[in-house]
């Protein structure tokens, strides 16, 4: 098993609720306030620190306090683990598309 699993695991997890992943979604495009983050959910601002704690937990973003204000920063790289999980997959599974391709080739072959 990979070293990286227990990271995978983490961001598997932490990507799993919906409102997490619309933060990350937002996060992709800039850095922003707790406050800004909170405003399209209908979520008390305590609930939404809970889903960003998960999201640093896994090694997803990064915050910053200064003074009262909390920025939150998509960590550089922080997809890679999934990146690198999927394009593991992707090989085994393309094989046997190809197999699947090369077998539907003859059999319609055969048919004309």
């Known amino acids: ?21 619309a933060v990350v979604e937002r996060l992709a495009k800039s850095p922003a306030v707790v406050s800004e983050l909170a405003a ?19 090694g997803l973003v990064t915050s910053q306090k200064h003074g009262r204000v909390r920025t939150v920063s998509l960590r550089p ?23 699947l391709g090369i077998h539907l080739t003859r059999t319609t072959t055969k048919e004309i």
């Open 77 to 99: 790289g922080a997809l890679d683990v999934l990146h690198l999980w999927l394009g593991e997959q992707r090989t085994p599974a393309e094989r046997q598309a190809d197999r």
């Open 1 to 21: 098993m990979p070293k990286y699993y227990d990271e995978l695991d983490a961001v598997l997890r932490a990507l799993a609720d919906p409102t997490r992943r």
């Open 40 to 58: 399209p959910f209908s979520m008390a601002l305590p609930s939404l620190m809970q889903h960003l704690r998960v999201l640093e937990n896994a």
